[in-house]
């Protein structure tokens, strides 16, 4: 009669440690790079889901106040420089804010009406990190923006002459 639990016993140690194995091997490289970009901010952060690419985009929108209230959505969004991010308040959640992290480079007044907007131009690349500050602690709202570089197209192409399109050894035109 014994036997039995012991047998559920060793195969739930077995199925238990095949399931710590499983999910070890299977890592997440989103996440890794997430975590290069943001460290541990968003630990605890109720809706971040990946970064938002608007690398394309000239202007981009959050919302202040969404999930229940108490998120910035999208929670981080990946922009090139000379973009703006307007920042719009629902008005769910109570009185909101925007202030960025570490240099106060960019900060809002609180608002808790619907269609407030707050909006800052980003010129320099980098991460820059931010958060609600009544609702930091108590929610752990906060949101990141990735500034890149704008790529730009670069003509590696080889001078050619231009009446008739040939290109000599050396590349000065002279054929």
Do not use: K
């Amino acid at each position: 009669m014994d036997e039995l639990p012991r047998r559920r016993t060793v195969l739930g140690a077995i199925s238990g440690g095949l399931t710590i194995a499983v999910a070890g091997c299977l890592g997440d490289d989103d996440q890794d790079i997430e975590e290069e970009t943001y460290g541990d901010w968003f630990r605890g952060a109720p809706n971040f889901e990946g970064t938002v690419d608007e690398t394309d985009s000239d202007e981009v929108e959050v919302l202040v106040g969404a999930a229940g209230g108490f998120a910035y959505d999208p929670a981080a969004v990946r922009i090139t420089t000379d973009t703006t991010v307007v920042w719009e308040w629902t008005g769910a959640g109570g009185g909101h804010d925007v202030v960025e992290e570490e240099d106060s480079l960019f900060e809002s007044d609180i608002y808790d009406g619907e269609g407030e907007t707050f909006s800052h131009t980003f010129e320099e690349p980098g991460v820059y990190r931010y958060y609600c500050s009544p609702h930091l602690e108590s929610h752990r709202m906060v949101g990141a923006v990735e500034v890149v570089e704008e790529e730009s197209e670069t003509d590696d192409e080889e001078t050619d002459d231009s009446s008739n399109g040939e290109t000599d050894a050396d590349g000065d035109g002279d054929t």
